[in-house]
């Protein structure tokens, strides 16, 4: 499970905090994409009502899939966020 493990894992940063994982930072962009989208008809163009669906609604399926990969990924053990933080240990 190479690949799972690589989305799924949390990420340490040059802190040694646990980080959220690489699962977790493309289903930010990819919710914020797709309610950005799917806001823009509704909202017909009003920017200000657009940023506020987006918010609103991002919120919601963000928080419902950030707590679903949370429970997927327990008791995984935490990657490095970058290289170069693995070579400072």
Known sequence: ?????YLLAPRKDHR???TPSEASRILLVVVILSVSYWAWPITEGNIVMWLGTIIMVSTAILSLGWWFLSLVARNREPRYLTFSVGAIE
């Open 16 to 18: 040694g905090w646990n």
């Open 1 to 5: 499970m190479g690949f799972l493990d």
